[in-house]
């Protein structure tokens, strides 16, 4: 793992935006084509809203979430939402959007069509990821009914899990996927959660959801 610590959260905000639009760049120059994958939650709104007006091929880029709640987009915990607000806007309005949500009772109904859009666009190019303080990302949650499988090699490319601190059923791609994306980024701020990264340090992926992926990745830290 590598741990980028910046002055605050402003400059790292401005500084890992413009690293996530080098590299989309590199692979649309290389590949013409690119995929991008975000969390959504409280923490990287000011990212996206950078991102949404850099001058970047967004028509060949794929943009999806991490996790999705299973909420409708008239949710204000919907991700999807959060997304089309602060993303999928100015420039990056032209990035196909690949959805993680469906209208349907239950994730699992709507879980091989989703998983059938995604898989095209794997590996991801760029994967940010965040974190919660109970060492959770994408919506692999410690004490998830189905985490072990999420964990596990062989996992499919999205599961439906159930955890009591999730709230709602959730959507989310499983650690093989998020583990085999080219470039990985944690954006992390405050010092209750970067005292969470260094206790997940210590733990497995079963406890610690996080460890799945901080081998291959760059976490940015800001207080
Ligand atoms: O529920 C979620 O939580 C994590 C962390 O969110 P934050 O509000 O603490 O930044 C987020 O990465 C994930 O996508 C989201 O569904």
Not at 78 to 95: F, I, Q, Y
Not at 127 to 139: K, Q, R, V
Not at 152 to 176: F, H, K, S
């Amino acid at each position: 793992m590598k741990l980028e610590t910046y002055p605050d959260r402003e400059f790292m905000m401005l500084g890992l935006a413009n690293v996530i639009a080098g590299q989309l760049a590199d692979f649309l120059r290389r590949e013409g084509k690119a995929s991008l994958c975000v969390p959504g939650g409280t923490t990287p709104g000011p990212i996206f809203d950078t991102l949404s007006g850099v001058d970047l091929d967004w028509g060949n880029v794929a943009v999806f979430l991490n996790d999705e709640r299973w909420v409708g987009e008239d949710s204000a915990r919907s991700n999807t939402r959060l997304l089309r607000e602060r993303l999928l806007k100015g420039k990056a309005a032209a990035a196909r959007l690949v959805p993680l949500y469906a209208e349907a009772g239950q994730p699992e109904e709507a879980l091989g069509a989703l998983s059938e859009g995604i898989a095209p666009h794997l590996p991801i190019s760029v994967l940010l990821l965040g974190m919660g303080a109970d060492m959770h990302t994408a919506s692999l949650f410690p004490g998830a009914d189905r985490l072990e499988e999420a964990l596990a090699a062989d996992a499919p490319v999205l599961m439906a899990l159930r955890a009591e601190a999730a709230g709602e059923p959730r959507i989310t791609l499983t650690a093989p996927v998020l583990k085999g994306a080219m470039n990985i980024h944690v954006l992390i701020t405050g010092a209750e959660k970067r005292e969470a990264l260094e206790r997940a340090m210590g733990l497995s992926a079963l406890e610690a959801p996080v460890r799945a992926v901080l081998d291959n990745a760059t976490v940015h830290w800001a207080e």
